[in-house]
């Protein structure tokens, strides 16, 4: 049945299997593929299979024809012969599955791959054995790079496999050089699939993508091709690298290969020289084609616009740029990239579906080409009437109705990669010499930097050597073409001789300059934000000074994104690459949580978030640190101490962390507990009782989440909350805790356990530990001693930490400790109210009636002059006009005025409920 465009319906990978159209696939076949009917006629068997619709049966069968020669044995005659035979019964059942609608094109480039997988496996078996019979395969490894390497491989395709061989393991006779002995097997291999007879040929074999393949012989030692992608290699092979995949031979060796590479493939800070050449790379699909433009005679599938380079191109150029941040895209296939791109917000969802479909649509169209005389082609006819009869094997009514569709794709795909050609030049600029590095002191002074003749004579120094990001040609070229839009960035600070320092001061830690000297000068508007930051918040910009690879957080598409849930941030800081120890998955920890509070940070100055939500953020970020930091720390500890049966850690959350909500200044309050029996005893070669097993792990958690690595540091870890204080074990059993709660804690005590929130642990000690969490606040208490403890401790605390500054949401008289005091006092005179989130413990205190609702704005308001302050006056005194302005801003304010009036109305917000909660005046002091 044809649709409206000439096509039948269930052609190009529109029908599922149970519609399979086997009876004209047969049809289709005999009548426009002299190829697959010459296979027909010698095949009968497996064509009566097919007939019958036994897609998988077909393949067994294909998978059986060459026989039971063994590859190792020797007789490369057999493995040739058996091999061809295979590969003639393997094209015709996979052609009539795919041409009758039983596979889809993944399915059959996934077959066409494991048989090229197969084949190269017996032809380096027999190579080895020719030479050595009866060795063991070993020391002699297949690569497989491109669509081979995805698994995508079309249906006359040659494959482009790196062959390596280890000169100590490589089986040869004793006169043999290991490199001699490499390069039989390697031609052998090359014969064996090459060659062809009245079977025809297996696999045409290019073996120049080796490392410098027009000097190199054709199978290279592992040791310089390590040499060569670590000291001399170019884009494009970072870009065929990205679907390698060790496929035949000595597989584990070719896995260790590909992993010493990683770091070469997926870079963890962008290089912005790369991105120059990946940009080139894009531009020269379109620039080398000179075919016809759109669908027609002669027009290229692979090489045209639209075509399925450009969809390929299209998802490893945002691998290579995001790959090294984001293992999650680091796929071979190509629509498990698009998928995984959009997944992580790169790409929109309809993009790409859209090119998904397109290149499914696109290979399948490809297949028709080549099934017609088994020649590997990618251009529509020239003749038309064999345009015709391609189209008519497709399924299409005629040629008109197939080009029509292939125009359609070509289009979706084209206007896709149009843009992305686009982003690429912006993105590369023009990164050609610019003004002199070094202006004078009267163009600085033009510009409005106050002292322009120290600034100047400091600009001057920085190029004597002593400044390590300048000491390169490369850098200071770099520097000159990007000094006239840094200094008038510079300038248009507020405080410009300020940002001019802080610039210095970056510029003085910076290992090597040129990447962030070439981004900055492409980039203006990262250019702004990163004045913005050396500007407005100090913390950030130390932080920048010590990494300035937190700037690649800003180039994403997710930049302003607010990171997600718990969980997805856990699975970014636990990803481990093949070979990662336990110190790496803390340098990963330490690295996605410096990327995320940066980003978070940025977010705030550019007024992105609400700050409150901002905290949010943190807190999740900080709670995913917990988790995986404690798994880490438990999976390394029971290495050598083992377990305890029935005992497991719970990691409690208090305060700030417990309530959801930090700042980037906060550090964690947590208690560990663990569950089980005391008396136990861990079953490892170094056992410990349960009370020594947990506390040492603990400590061994919050060495984890504190102790300095090559990537810095991470949090304070404040344990004094536990039983006892700083006196006590630094882990208790739940059992000892709840006595604890129960019989000995002190009133504030147990106004810390309001916010108190398990953070780690099995469910079912978290389920244990909320209730007796809820049956201790639960008591019923003398209101009076109560209200006694409450405001002893309250004078206590002011006596002793007192106001910091203007600012201070805080300690401030009726700022957020006071708010939290009152709140606290009526949880637990009252038993009602209890969340470890504040602010929703205020508004349910409104709700039944014990506090004014506007309590629940006081509190929100506070809460965010508390988070942006922390990053815009962190010393908490009245910051400079414009950090004044931004922290204004945050806070919902017209302007600095309108924030001091706001928060004396908030404080005195907090002094009402105060004095109703305890019928004592609270005196607001003034700063």
Known sequence: MLDTHGRLVHRLGMTTAADADWAGALSRARAHSPFLSNALERLPDLADILADGRAEDALAFARAAGGDVAPGAGDTAAVHRALRQERLATALALGICDLSGAFPVARVTGELSAFADRALDHAIAAAICDRVPDAEPQGFSALALGKHGAQELNYSSDIDPILLYDPGRLPRRERDEPGEAAQRVARKIVELLGRVDGDGYVFRVDLRLRPASEVSPLAVSFNAALTHYESSALAWERAAFIRARAAAGDIAEGQAFLDAIRPFVWRKSLDFGAIVEIGRLTSRIRNHYDGPKRPGQGFDLKRGRGGIREVEFFAQTHQLIHGGRNPALRQRGTRATLDALAEAGLIGTDDARILGDSYDRLRVAEHRLQMVADHQTHSLPVDPAALDNVARLAGFADSAAFVEDIAEVTEEVGVRFDALLDQMHEGAGDSGPGASATPSASNLDKLGFSDAETLAARMESWFDGRVRALRSDAARSAFEALAPQLLEALAAAPDPDAAFLRWEMLLGNLPTGVNLFRLLQARPGLLDQLVNVLVLAPPLAEELARRSDLLDQLIDASAFDLPGEVDDLAARMAWRETGDDYEATLDRIRRVVGETRFALGVQLIEAAHDPIAIAQALARTAEAAVQVAARAATQEFELVHGRIAGSELIILGLGRFGGGALTHASDLDIIYLFSGESGAESDGHRPLGATHYFNRLAQRVSAALSVPTAEGGLYEVDTRLRPQGAQGPLAVSIDSFARYQRESAWT?????????????????????????????????????????????????????KPRKGALDAKLARGGLVDLEFVVHFLQLRDRVAFSADLGDAVRALGDAGLVARDLAHAHDFMTRLLVASRLLAPDLAMPGAAAAGVLARACGCENIDALLQTFAEARQEVAKAWQAAFNIKLEIDDE
């Open 748 to 800: 504030w005590e147990h106004m810390a356990l309001t916010r108190a929130r398990a953070l780690y642990g099995p469910d079912k000690a978290r389920q244990e530990l909320g209730g007796i969490i809820s049956e201790v606040l639960s008591t019923p208490r003398d209101p009076a001693q109560l209200a006694k403890d409450v405001l002893k401790m309250r004078a206590e605390m002011a006596t002793h």
